[in-house]
């Protein structure tokens, strides 16, 4: 007779819920409520999420609603709450066209249905609203992490980065929104204003993104964040945005390091802007039946002084403004960061230069397949076909949703390796396979291209003033064929693996079960470097297996530091050249 015990599953689940309850209880002894804050404009409550052992506050607004006459202005403060704010959901996202790289409707949700949104105005302009997470103890002065999203300045949301594993390492991380598109950038001089002001600029996304670090810095401390810690990081157009931080010269000290992932300087002169706007203006006044053509448009506004100007542009609904980028493809992607030598100096890098910048401890990295992001040019489906592949496609199973080359990728750029031959753009070139069409010549933004402004332009020119200078490259490319081919390691996949984050829908039908050793391994060993360079401004743990050294400009010295994986565990070291 068999005599031993038996324990019914339901029973270890409770008792499993049971001791997360109590270790959770122990964590916070002393605690009262501890998902209630008082910041400097009222009390924000949040929750508590025992199985990732978080805190989070979602939803807080560091500025009024940029609504109405607010809209094309610089932010304000927020207005003072009496009771206290629920901040237990994210809010929607900051208005843009729907695509694979932002928010479905609701502002939170990736999913199959998102692709029912492409190039449908989505989100809202009510969206300077910032998030919080923490861990789930009592600690204090935790070094601060906040993170910019990127999207060409055009799409994307702080809700769409999960920061609960990172901050398992004692930090606290904060994602942030903040105005997008002709919203966040537009310059005409019917939008200005008597006498200074910052808002002339056109900057209106820039001064969120200072006035949300001013407000960060003067209430994290209240999340148990050190307020003379903080980390400042942004990927790819986040990443533009975290130099013009750095350059900035209403930025007084409200950063302390500065992460820079594949950055893609966009800074545009306020000529640019000029034309920009005036080709918006045209295309509105067509939309709103005053003229049928360009031409006849220019005519009609040529009669218009700056007050009928700027009453019409405020006049319009959002999802007019964002339909009339969607028409014309050169309004798709508004200039953003003018360099108006208020919110940004003149010449930014000249700024660096003269040591006038907020010179901070820099981590800089770059993927080894950046191209592979932007080849929609060299592929037969649209990106909404695109995006259905993805999220379709089992990881675990392939051959359940069997999926080709041939069924993505132009065949003129097939097989994807054969060799591209000739320079860009001279007689003797002949375009290559995919792979050379994304990272030489061909894709909408090359891997070349960003490797070139970080080898020789921003990596030289910190090293100039900053000794603590970090860059690494990115190489992971085991996910299940075709997508090891089609994206391999492409723009913006490492963000996953410095939050430690495999559960967010874009890039998700490269993981599986085979390659999570390797996968895991290596996040394990990049998060904590994240979390050391936040800490103390020097990514070196024993965890890397190779000392990470700043990068040097002279020849045959060290470079960035490489990281890699196979299916099993990771592979990391120097590269010198």
Not at 52 to 67: D, E, S, V
Request: charged fraction near 15%; aromatic fraction near 10%; charge should be negative.
């Amino acid at each position: 007779m068999d005599r031993r015990i038996h324990t019914p599953m339901r029973f270890v689940f409770k008792a499993h819920g049971i001791v997360t309850l109590l270790l959770a209880t122990l964590l916070l002894a002393g605690c009262k409520a501890p998902q209630m804050v008082q910041t400097e404009y009222g009390k924000v409550k949040g929750s508590l999420d025992l199985d990732q052992r978080t805190i989070q506050w979602l939803g807080i607004p560091y500025a009024q609603p940029p609504l109405g006459a607010l809209r094309w202005q610089a932010p304000l403060a927020p207005d003072p709450w009496d009771t206290p704010l629920q901040a237990t959901d994210y809010r929607p996202a900051c208005m843009q066209l729907g695509s694979m790289y932002g928010p479905g409707p609701d502002g939170v949700s990736q999913d199959l249905s998102l692709q029912d949104t492409f190039d449908q105005p989505v989100g809202s302009e009510d969206c300077l609203y910032l998030n919080i997470q923490r861990p789930l103890n009592a600690k204090q002065d935790l070094p601060v992490i906040v993170y910019l999203h990127g999207g060409s300045h055009i799409y994307g949301a702080g809700s769409l980065y999960d920061g609960s594993r990172l901050v398992q390492d004692d930090v606290i991380f904060v994602s942030v929104n903040y105005r997008l598109g002709l919203l966040g950038w537009l310059h005409h001089p019917a939008l200005k204003t008597a006498g200074p002001n910052p808002a002339n600029s056109g900057n209106f996304g820039s001064l969120d993104l200072l006035q949300a670090l001013t407000f960060i810095q003067n209430n994290i401390a209240a999340f148990g964040g050190d307020p003379d810690n903080i980390t400042l990081m942004g990927q790819s157009a986040g990443a533009s945005h975290v130099f013009s931080m750095i350059v900035s010269p209403l930025n007084n000290n409200l950063f302390q390091r500065a992460i820079l992932l594949s950055p893609g300087l966009l800074n545009q002169s306020q000529d640019t802007g000029l034309v920009y706007a005036t080709g918006l203006l045209q295309t509105l006044v067509i939309l709103n039946g005053l003229a049928p053509d360009p031409d006849t448009s220019a005519t009609f506004l040529a009669d218009k002084d700056a007050t009928w100007i700027r009453e019409f542009l405020y006049g319009q609904d959002t999802s007019t403004l964002l339909n009339a980028t969607a028409l014309v493809p050169e309004l798709r992607i508004a200039p953003a960061i003018f360099l108006d030598g208020e919110v940004q100096p003149g010449d930014p890098f000249a700024a660096v230069a003269s040591g006038q910048f907020n010179n901070v401890p820099v981590m800089m990295g770059i993927t080894s397949e950046e191209g592979k992001l932007f080849t929609q040019n060299g592929m037969v489906v649209d990106s909404a076909a695109l995006w259905t592949l993805m999220l379709t496609f089992d990881a675990e199973d392939p051959s359940a949703t069997p999926i080709t080359l041939e069924d993505i990728v132009q065949p003129t750029l097939l097989p994807p390796d054969r060799p591209q031959q000739g320079s860009c753009g001279e007689e003797d070139f002949i375009v290559g396979g995919y792979n050379d069409f994304a990272n030489r010549c061909g894709a909408l933004a090359t891997t070349d291209l960003f490797q070139r402004l970080q080898d020789t332009a921003l990596l030289p020119l910190l090293s100039s003033q900053q000794q603590q200078l970090y860059a690494y490259q990115w190489r992971w490319n085991q996910q299940p064929f075709p997508w090891n081919i089609i994206h391999g390691a492409v723009h913006g996949g490492d963000i996953g693996f410095l939050l430690g984050s495999f559960d967010a829908a874009l890039f998700n039908n490269g993981y599986s079960s085979q390659n999570r050793p390797g996968r895991e391994d290596l996040s394990s060993a990049m998060r904590t470097s994240l979390v050391q360079f936040a800490r103390t401004g020097n990514p070196n743990h024993d965890g890397l297996g190779d000392t990470w050294q700043t990068w040097s400009p002279l020849p045959g010295a060290a470079k960035r530091i490489l990281f890699d994986a196979d299916d099993q565990q990771k592979q990391i070291s120097m590269q010198y050249e």
